[in-house]
Nanobody, 127 residues
């Protein structure tokens, strides 16, 4: 019912920066997103579980995994239903597929609220 489109992944050298974006929109024509609770970024490498990188509430309160503190910054634009992840001082261990998640999304054409995931975007940091 909701589509999340991620962008901004790619290949960067150690110490480089990337900015990921994730925009949420209603799939059904005529529908629109009324509200989104938390938005978050997770990452996953092959054979590992998907781990939280950073999350942000609707009113802008953010929290970060220890590995992201001081290097990453999460922000959102509620009017555009978009969340961003600015990643600086990237390390090879940051290499992963990054997934966007939108929680408790309310859509005008859908009864109730649900969580949604994006398809993921690859981030590769070369050593």
């Amino acid at each position: 019912q909701v589509q999340l489109v991620e962008s901004g992944g790619g290949l960067v050298p150690t110490g480089g920066s990337l900015r990921l974006s994730c925009a949420a929109s209603a799939r059904r024509p005529g529908g629109s997103i009324t509200s989104i609770d938390d938005m978050a970024w997770y990452r996953q490498t092959v054979g590992e579980q998907r781990d939280l990188v950073a999350a942000i509430t609707a009113d802008g309160n953010a929290n970060y995994a220890d590995s992201a503190k001081g290097r990453f910054n999460i922000s959102r634009d509620n009017a555009e239903n978009t969340v961003y992840l600015q990643m600086n001082s990237l390390k090879p261990e940051d290499t992963a597929v990054y997934y966007c998640k939108a929680e408790a999304v309310v859509v005008t054409t859908v009864l109730g609220y649900y969580d949604y995931w994006g398809p993921g975007t690859q981030v590769t940091v070369s050593s």
